[in-house]
């Protein structure tokens, strides 16, 4: 197998006395859409911001395309903040409250990246947002600021302004969770269309039907701790452990 | 109606003096404010993202700006500065007090403004690769301007306000103006309520201005 | 240059300048209980159904507001003798304009107050039979008063640091009397400092006692 785009070893991280990660072992091929599930509290969230440097983790390494991320190689210094700046740029990420800027415009949002971060001519820039804004369907919204956009608008925005900058990974961190349900649809089609496009995604989310059919495999975090993982359909359909059962059964007998 | 006496002839005959304590007014408002407020936009970025030492010391001058009246700070600057053999005139001993004092209250407005900006914007600056002064430059300080602007045109109808207690150490600005008017032809109540007036007249207005500019930036809030 | 300091004048003056700064409390708390009953009136005006009422309210506030307050100190002390009002001294005139003036703010403070009212008191207090009055007296303005709590103690707070301009009309109050003691012994920075020193720490050991009121009395919205 190639080298693993992602690879996370041993990760732990703690808030005060209360250890979050407990030894987190992944590894994600490039190309692939892993989806993470889990009760609240089980981890999954802090895991993801701890792969953008959101969150510092106190033991444990991780790697993104065979860099490491965060800390000095060898030590647990953390690297300096241009460096930390220049990682964070190669690994888009989607939240779950869209953090749009209020002050920005549909298109300023996408192309401040580019811009500021990677330097690119501005219209160079904005002819690669007004690409991905057609992408997520919101050509038509590229001079509207957010207050004047749904929640399902600006959560594509927001997506648009994560894969603009042709990450080598997105986090999608339970992307739809604060949506109105009859928005959450718009927002789903568009991962899938970035899934289908051979997007490596790490996506953190409660919509079950999504994971089944979008992702190539299912990681189960419980405590702390990875508990299970494997293809969607073996996962969800027949979990080993009592746990992901009984997890699985609050989403009301979707797939038997 | 215009013999000597009357309001209207002594107006007049004093439109010099006058005219210069309102144009002393005016460029004392003018530059305590934008000293203040370079004050306070450096020292709320600093309250907020300093390292502790510098945290610290801004802290206690805030504070203690904030527990001291005006005219003590004008007063003790009149005097202190003088004593240190700095030759000094009333106006820039002035200038130090209330610009000292506009710039302790704009860190604390800015500060506040700062860390009212919600955390989701510092991540997804983080997380499209902004250093940390490009978020400060393109994500909070744009934003924290736009709510730091109602506080900010409430302090600077306070400057204005405020100018006038550099006439007790003698700078002649529009009330030591009318003072020295009066002083003269003796209407007191009549130069006293015209320049109250002057004084209402331009504070409403900068209000109504604030009033305005807000309402138009008030979508781009969170 | 090496500043000598040297306290002991000071110290000799100690206790004029605790007895100014005495003063000034209590004209910034007599000003403060004038004027809340100003506020207060001023505040039921602005919601009067009578346009004119409202109009004189608002014309009173913004005035007020946007006025330097020396100036208004000079117009009170200096002006109404003008129109045949003699029979004010010094203290009374200084009271009577920084009433005026907390009034205004304390409107707005009142004002602010009233509106964030939620209206299930109200309605409990219709509920249980009370008449209109009965109404504001028990129900609203005990709940207004504890919401606007806060900004009653900041304004306090500002009024006291406000009694230092009544030395422009020579009320010994700290501020006039620590310029005398430096007039008098040139210990400029000894005199300044203590007097400093002791508005800061006047000034937090008020709004400490009132955030222990606050505390207290607390109401969960």
Redesign the interface.
């Known amino acids: 197998m190639a080298q693993p785009l992602l690879r996370a070893i041993d990760v732990h991280k703690r808030f005060g006395a209360t250890e979050v990660l407990k030894g987190i072992d992944l590894e994600v091929q490039q190309g692939e859409v892993v989806a993470i599930i889990g009760a609240s509290g089980s981890g999954k969230t802090t895991f993801l911001r701890c792969i953008n440097l959101l969150e510092e983790f106190h033991q444990g390494e991780i790697q993104v395309d065979g860099e490491r991320i965060g800390y000095t190689e060898g030590t647990h210094r953390r690297l300096g903040e241009t460096a930390i700046s220049a990682q964070r740029a190669k690994i888009g990420m989607v939240f779950q409250s869209y953090n749009l800027f209020p002050h920005m415009t549909a298109e300023q949002n996408v192309t401040l990246g580019l811009i500021k971060v990677q330097k690119r001519p501005k219209a160079e820039a904005v002819e690669t947002a007004r690409r991905w804004l057609d992408r997520v369907g919101l050509s038509e919204r590229r001079g509207h600021y957010p207050y004047q956009l749904s929640g399902g608008q600006q959560q594509r925005v927001a997506i648009a302004r994560a894969v603009a900058m042709e990450p080598k990974l997105v986090l999608f961190d339970e992307v739809t969770s604060a949506l109105d349900p009859e928005l959450v649809a718009e927002v789903l089609a568009v991962m899938q269309d970035l899934a289908k496009s051979g997007m490596t995604m790490l996506v953190v989310s409660h919509e079950m039907l999504f994971v089944r059919e979008v992702a190539t495999r299912v990681v189960f975090m419980e405590g702390g701790r990875i508990a299970e993982q494997g293809p969607p359909d073996a996962l969800l359909v027949n979990p080993k452990s009592e746990r992901l059962a009984t997890f699985l059964g609050r989403f009301h007998g979707v797939f038997r | 109606m215009f013999e000597p006496g009357s309001f209207l002839y002594e107006a007049w005959a004093a439109r010099y003096g006058l005219l210069a304590g309102l144009a002393t007014t005016a460029r004392l408002s003018g530059i305590t404010i934008v000293i203040g407020s370079l004050i306070g936009i450096l020292g709320g970025v600093a309250l907020s993202y300093g390292p502790w030492p510098v945290r610290l010391l801004l802290r206690g001058y805030v504070d203690?700006v904030?527990?001291?009246?005006?005219?003590?700070l004008i007063?003790?600057s009149y005097?202190?500065l003088a004593?240190?053999?700095i030759q000094i005139s009333p106006f820039t001993a002035g200038v130090v007090a209330l610009g000292g004092f506009c710039g302790a209250h704009m860190s604390e407005t800015v500060r506040g403004a700062i860390e009212s900006i919600p955390i989701g914007q510092t991540e997804a600056g983080k997380a499209i690769g902004l250093t940390f002064w490009q978020r400060l430059r393109y994500v909070l300080l744009p934003q924290a301007i736009r709510r730091l602007l109602p506080p900010w045109v409430n302090t600077a109808?306070e400057m204005?306000?405020?100018?006038?207690?550099l006439?007790?150490i003698g700078v002649v600005e529009l009330?030591l103006a009318t003072?020295q008017t009066?002083a003269r032809n003796y209407l007191?109540?009549q130069f006293?309520?015209a320049?109250?007036m002057l004084?209402?007249l331009?504070?409403?207005a900068i209000?109504q201005l604030g009033a305005l500019i807000e309402r138009r930036t008030a979508h781009f809030r969170y | 240059?090496t500043?000598q300091f040297n306290f002991d004048v000071i110290f000799r003056s100690f206790d004029k300048m605790l007895a100014g700064l005495w003063l000034g409390l209590w004209l910034a708390a007599l000003s403060l209980a004038i004027g809340t009953v100003i506020g207060l009136l001023a505040a039921y005006g602005r919601q009067s159904r009578l346009a004119p009422l409202r109009a004189v309210v608002w014309t009173y506030v913004?005035?007020i507001?946007?006025?330097?307050?020396?100036?208004?100190i000079?117009?009170v002390y200096?002006?109404l003798p003008?129109?045949g009002i003699f029979f004010l001294g010094k203290i009374e005139s200084f009271v009577i304009t920084l009433s005026i003036y907390a009034g205004a703010y304390l409107c707005e403070v009142f004002r602010a107050g009233l509106a964030s009212m939620p209206a299930r008191y109200v309605e409990a207090a219709k509920a249980i039979g009370l008449r209109p009055v009965q109404r504001q007296v028990h129900v609203v303005l005990p709940v207004m008063f504890r919401i606007t709590l806060p900004a009653l103690s900041n304004n306090l707070i500002s009024l006291f640091?406000?009694?230092?301009?009544a030395?422009?009309i020579a009320i010994p109050e700290l501020?006039f009397v620590?310029?005398q003691i430096?007039a008098n012994t040139f210990r400029?920075?000894e005199s300044?400092l203590t007097?400093?020193a002791l508005?800061?720490v006047t000034?937090?050991a008020i709004a400490w006692l009132l955030r222990r009121v606050e505390r207290r009395y607390a109401v969960i919205r």
């Open positions: 203690a904030r527990g001291i009246p005006v005219l003590v007063l003790f005097y202190g004593l240190l053999g109808v204005v306000k405020g100018t006038t207690l006439s007790i009330l003072q009066i007191v109540l006293y309520f320049a109250g004084y209402v331009v504070n409403f209000s | 240059m500043y913004e005035i507001r946007n006025c330097p307050i020396l100036l208004l000079f117009f200096f002006g003008e129109l640091k406000d009694t230092s301009l030395a422009a501020t620590t310029r430096n400029v920075m300044w007097a400093s508005y800061l000034c937090y």
